[in-house]
Each structure stands twice: as structure tokens, then as C-alpha cells.
């Protein structure tokens, strides 16, 4: 596959997701950024848009974060050189760039976070840094000078009166100039430093892994519900000599009431499913067609229908049913609709002529409907 160069997607998985950095030439040839920098600035200044201004040299301190939206007069005030505008999630606003993260579906479709564009003018940059996820850095536009180093970095090595997390003394073990249509995969904690040569655009496709701490404390409001009336027992209770001492049985039984709420797997892997496509903050309902016949017929007449970019879409398949999870919601759904969900989750763009196919005596396609009334797939204009 093109996107990986000469590597095969199962090498790739075997040797570099999450062990080494790899830079693949031509990942993308003649790739063409569906968004201008001017347009990426645009967006930055809508309402409901997650977007930073970087000022290496800015007018209060270094490494000057401001956060949008912005106003126009924010772009034409900075300097020349040294600045950089990210703008988050740009895969839920534009269709072209979530279909582009179909592309990477030889990793779980649960596992991508979003797609992040930054524009830099000459000597952007966001400073030598490290992230806790994977990432691949596609260069969309100009060039980017990547410098990069495996060391194991400690909180030491942090600037502590910057709002960035900035690495005071970086050394680049190695660099590559980027190229539009280059492409580098980093797996977490590999510092790393990305300067602008010229006008350039960088996408980043970044992945998520859930902390502990973020699966514990959402897990636990999710059963906040579930263990709410049970309280704590002892009716074997016997005498004990300090009334101070809490016993080692007592111990026992408190962490089997708390443990007993998470133990049962389908339970766990329901909310897991609903939890991990629940994405929707940024969710406007278009308006649907709302009546189910002149659904049918859009579907025959239409050449795609997508799924919005904001919508996550998941399956679990648990050996009797399936359990689809879209913007964290579940259905379950009987195991002979395995094939369309399979299509329907691997693709953001669908073909209605592919869709049309799974159509059965099970209605099968009522799914889409549904999807379809729920905002979750819309026909392309
Ligand atoms: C950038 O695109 O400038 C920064 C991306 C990153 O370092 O993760
Ligand atoms: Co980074």
C-alpha cells in the first residue's frame, strides 16, 4: 500500500506502530489539500472550532498561546515568520478529510482521535515537544524540516514557565526535510521539532489512547446509576478486640462491592463502545428526509450518502449479535448484518449502489434509515 511505501500494513503494525518513527517518501503523491491556508484561517474564526495561535516571539512572552475563535484583523497584526495556526478536528468539518482517515483503517477506527491542521509561515513552528499519542505528520503544503530524537525525556527537561510543554535543550538525533505528499509516523514520546522552510501545511492524524484515569472515572459515572441502592452488610459480623482495627475480611467484602460493578465483560464492553464513538459536542442535525420511501428512492438515485465527519462508528461482534455504536449510541443488531455494518463503519463516503446490495427480507436497509433520521448520514449535495 502507497501510504506505507514499501511496507506492508501487517510489517508496519509488527516493527513500528508504537516502537519507531518511520518516514515514508511519497506517501500521498500529487495529494491536494481540500482547505488554503486562507481558508484554514476562516475556520479558525468560526464559533465551535478548536483552534491556537503559536507565537514563538509573541508580543507578552515566548511561545505565546492564544486560543480562537479569532477575528481577521488576529491574522493580519502577526509577524512574518515564527508563528503557527492549528486548528483541531478539521476531519468533522470538511468531508474530503474524514474520508482521508480512511485511508489509515489498518488501525481500529476507534483508536483515531482527529485530524489537526497547522499552517506555518517561514520558521513556524510549535517548539520541540512530545505527545503521549501516535501520530503521522502528512506534508500537505511547502516544507517542513523535521527534527526528531528517541530519548527518554523526564519533567527535567521541560520549560516550566512556558505554557507549552517545550523541551529546554532538544538536540535532533535525526531530521528530513517534508515534502508535500511526504509523510512521518511517530509513536508516543518520541520528542520531536517540525520547522516551517516556507508557507507550509501540515496534517496531523493523531490517535487516542484513553488513560486509565479518563476509562476509571467514566466508567464510574456510567455506573453511578447501577450501584447507587446497594449498601454495605454484615450480618455475620463478630466481635473483635479494637474497635480501631478495619479487618481484613471487611476490606475484602468493601472491594468486591466495588469490583462487582465492572466485572461483567459485555456490560464493560457496551460502554466502552458507546463511550469511545461518543463524539458529537460539535453536532448540528441537518435536516433529514424524513419519510422512509423517499429515502429508498434517494438511495437508488444518489451516488454516495456520508457520514458526517463528527459521527464515530464502531462494532463489536459478540459471537450471537452485533453491537453497533455510532456518536455513543448502541443497536444491536441480528449477526446477518455483519457485512453492511462491516462496510458501513470501514468508509466514510458510501457508494448507495454497494449499500443496495445488502438490501434483504430482514430490511436490513432500514438501518441506513434510521442512521440516516438519527443525522448521522446525509446525501452528498
Ligand atoms: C505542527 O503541525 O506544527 C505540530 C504537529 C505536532 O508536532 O504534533
Ligand atoms: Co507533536
Not at 506505507?4 to 515514508?24: A, C
Not at 474524514?98 to 482527529?114: A, C, M
Not at 455510532?326 to 441480528?334: D, F, Q, R, T
Given at each position: 500500500m502507497?501510504?506505507?511505501?514499501?511496507i506492508?500494513?501487517?510489517?508496519?503494525?509488527?516493527?513500528?506502530?508504537?516502537?519507531?518513527?518511520?518516514?515514508?517518501?511519497?506517501?500521498?503523491?500529487?495529494y491536494k489539500?481540500?482547505?488554503?491556508?486562507?481558508?484554514l484561517?476562516?475556520?479558525a474564526?468560526?464559533?465551535?472550532?478548536?483552534?491556537r495561535?503559536i507565537?514563538?516571539?509573541?508580543?507578552?512572552?515566548?511561545w505565546q498561546?492564544?486560543?480562537?475563535?479569532?477575528?481577521e484583523?488576529?491574522?493580519?497584526?502577526?509577524?512574518?515568520?515564527?508563528w503557527?495556526?492549528?486548528?483541531?478536528?478539521?476531519?468533522?468539518?470538511i468531508?474530503?478529510?474524514?474520508?482521508?482517515?480512511?485511508?489509515?483503517?489498518?488501525?481500529?477506527?476507534?483508536?483515531i482521535?482527529?485530524?489537526?491542521?497547522?499552517y506555518?509561515?517561514?520558521?513556524?513552528?510549535?517548539?520541540?515537544?512530545?505527545?503521549n499519542y501516535?501520530?503521522?505528520l502528512?506534508?500537505v503544503?511547502?516544507?517542513r524540516?523535521?527534527?526528531?530524537?528517541?530519548h527518554?525525556?523526564?519533567?527535567?527537561?521541560?520549560?516550566?514557565?512556558?505554557?507549552?510543554?517545550?523541551?529546554?535543550?532538544?538536540?535532533?538525533?535525526e531530521?528530513w526535510?517534508?515534502?508535500?505528499?511526504?509523510?512521518?509516523y511517530l509513536?508516543?514520546?518520541?520528542?520531536?521539532?517540525?520547522?516551517?522552510?516556507?508557507?507550509?501545511?501540515?496534517?496531523?492524524?493523531?490517535?487516542?489512547?484513553?488513560?486509565?484515569?479518563?476509562?476509571?472515572?467514566?466508567?464510574?459515572?456510567n455506573?453511578?446509576?447501577?450501584?447507587?441502592?446497594?449498601f454495605?452488610?454484615?450480618?455475620?459480623?463478630?466481635?473483635?478486640?479494637?474497635?480501631?482495627?478495619?479487618?481484613?475480611?471487611?476490606?475484602?467484602?468493601?472491594h468486591?462491592?466495588v469490583l462487582?460493578?465492572?466485572?461483567?465483560?459485555?456490560?464493560f464492553?457496551?460502554w466502552?463502545g458507546r463511550?469511545?464513538?461518543?463524539?458529537r459536542?460539535?453536532?448540528?442535525?441537518?435536516e433529514?428526509?424524513v419519510n422512509?420511501?423517499?429515502?429508498?428512492?434517494s438511495?437508488?438515485?444518489?451516488?454516495?450518502?456520508s457520514?458526517?465527519?463528527?459521527?464515530?462508528?464502531?462494532?463489536?461482534?459478540?459471537?450471537?449479535?452485533?453491537?453497533?455504536?455510532?456518536?455513543?449510541n448502541?443497536?444491536?443488531l441480528p449477526?446477518?448484518?455483519?457485512?453492511?455494518?462491516?462496510?458501513?463503519?470501514?468508509?466514510?463516503r458510501l457508494?448507495?449502489?454497494v449499500?443496495l446490495k445488502?438490501d434483504?427480507?430482514h430490511?436490513?436497509?432500514?438501518l441506513?434509515?434510521?442512521?440516516?433520521?438519527?443525522g448521522?448520514?446525509?446525501?452528498?449535495?
Amino acid at each position: 500500500m502507497q501510504q506505507l511505501g514499501n511496507i506492508t500494513q501487517s510489517d508496519f503494525l509488527k516493527q513500528y506502530w508504537q516502537k519507531k518513527p518511520l518516514l515514508v517518501r511519497q506517501a500521498f503523491p500529487n495529494y491536494k489539500s481540500p482547505i488554503s491556508p486562507e481558508e484554514l484561517a476562516g475556520l479558525a474564526c468560526e464559533e465551535g472550532i478548536e483552534s491556537r495561535l503559536i507565537q514563538e516571539n509573541g508580543p507578552d512572552r515566548p511561545w505565546q498561546v492564544q486560543y480562537g475563535p479569532f477575528k481577521e484583523n488576529d491574522f493580519t497584526s502577526l509577524p512574518k515568520s515564527h508563528w503557527s495556526l492549528l486548528v483541531q478536528a478539521a476531519d468533522h468539518h470538511i468531508p474530503e478529510l474524514s474520508q482521508l482517515l480512511d485511508e489509515f483503517n489498518f488501525i481500529p477506527n476507534w483508536r483515531i482521535d482527529d485530524l489537526m491542521i497547522s499552517y506555518a509561515p517561514i520558521h513556524g513552528s510549535v517548539g520541540p515537544h512530545l505527545d503521549n499519542y501516535d501520530v503521522f505528520l502528512l506534508q500537505v503544503k511547502g516544507r517542513r524540516h523535521w527534527h526528531i530524537n528517541e530519548h527518554a525525556y523526564t519533567e527535567d527537561d521541560f520549560d516550566n514557565d512556558l505554557e507549552l510543554r517545550i523541551l529546554n535543550s532538544f538536540n535532533a538525533e535525526e531530521d528530513w526535510v517534508l515534502k508535500p505528499g511526504d509523510m512521518l509516523y511517530l509513536p508516543p514520546g518520541v520528542a520531536h521539532h517540525g520547522i516551517a522552510l516556507d508557507d507550509c501545511l501540515t496534517y496531523s492524524i493523531g490517535f487516542r489512547a484513553p488513560s486509565q484515569k479518563e476509562l476509571l472515572s467514566a466508567f464510574t459515572v456510567n455506573f453511578n446509576d447501577v450501584a447507587k441502592d446497594k449498601f454495605y452488610t454484615d450480618p455475620k459480623l463478630k466481635t473483635q478486640e479494637f474497635s480501631g482495627e478495619i479487618k481484613k475480611e471487611d476490606i475484602e467484602s468493601l472491594h468486591e462491592m466495588v469490583l462487582s460493578t465492572c466485572s461483567n465483560k459485555a456490560d464493560f464492553a457496551s460502554w466502552f463502545g458507546r463511550f469511545i464513538t461518543d463524539n458529537r459536542d460539535d453536532y448540528e442535525q441537518e435536516e433529514a428526509i424524513v419519510n422512509e420511501p423517499e429515502f429508498y428512492t434517494s438511495l437508488k438515485e444518489a451516488k454516495h450518502i456520508s457520514r458526517y465527519g463528527n459521527v464515530r462508528m464502531s462494532y463489536i461482534d459478540d459471537g450471537n449479535t452485533i453491537k453497533l455504536f455510532y456518536a455513543g449510541n448502541e443497536s444491536s443488531l441480528p449477526k446477518s448484518q455483519l457485512p453492511l455494518i462491516q462496510y458501513l463503519c470501514s468508509k466514510h463516503r458510501l457508494e448507495c449502489a454497494v449499500l443496495l446490495k445488502f438490501d434483504d427480507e430482514h430490511h436490513s436497509l432500514s438501518l441506513l434509515y434510521k442512521l440516516h433520521k438519527e443525522g448521522c448520514l446525509t446525501f452528498d449535495e
